[in-house]
């Protein structure tokens, strides 16, 4: 395992246990590009703090899956994003604060992608949805860890999972397994 592996890994650990410690805020990461850094204080301190979460989770499912390789952080219309430029493996996640849900952090997904029919068909009530675009997070609420790793997951091997679209019948083609919104347990077959 790599340095850099270790302590994303670490990282993860010190984000987990100081966003269930109550109003401990985690440190800016200073890996962290300045101009990404500068876009993250820019957030309300509840959201930011979520949003932290978020990128962590980032971070440590790229780290353990090898097909997804490095990730490109920067940013995207002033807010932070992650690309898998190196094998382009997965759709652009961007991280944000929707104006019109002010309490909440937005993972903003392609929208010409499946994955937020496919989530909101499959877990109807995991996430508050927006659009075909984003899963919105309150600032404040739990949030299912396992859930949100398989989604992000989901958009990070993306173009090499194409997932048919939940409306769409494909015949010959096996659905994936989505977390079952009622158990929450994930499958990890791919889709295919």
């Known amino acids: 395992m790599t ?10 650990g010190r984000y987990l246990l100081a966003f269930g410690a109550g109003p401990m805020t985690p ?11 500068a876009a993250f204080k820019e957030f309300p301190a509840p959201v930011r703090k979520r949003l932290e979460y ?3 989770l980032i971070f440590s499912i790229a780290a353990k899956d090898q097909n997804i390789g490095s990730l490109t952080e920067t940013l995207k219309w002033g ?35 499946t994955l937020v029919p496919a989530f909101r068909e499959n877990l109807p ?3 508050e949805y927006s659009g075909s675009r984003a899963i919105l997070l309150a ?11 398989f989604c992000i997951s989901m958009a990070l091997t993306y173009h090499r999972t194409k997932m048919p679209h939940p409306s769409r019948n494909v015949r010959g083609r096996q659905r994936a397994s989505l977390p079952s919104a009622t158990t929450n347990k994930v499958s990890h077959r791919s889709w295919e």
């Open 27 to 37: 440190a800016i990461n200073n890996s962290m590009p300045a101009h990404v850094v």
């Open 125 to 127: 009530n995991a996430f």
């Open 54 to 56: 978020v990128r962590a």
């Open 139 to 149: 600032a404040d609420d739990p949030v299912d860890e396992d859930v949100l790793s």
């Open 79 to 113: 807010e932070p994003v992650y690309l898998t430029e190196a094998t382009r493996s997965g759709s652009t996640i961007r991280l944000g604060w929707p104006k019109a849900h002010p309490n909440h952090a937005a993972i903003y997904f392609n929208c010409q992608t």
């Open 3 to 12: 340095r850099e592996k270790i302590s994303l890994s670490a990282e993860l």
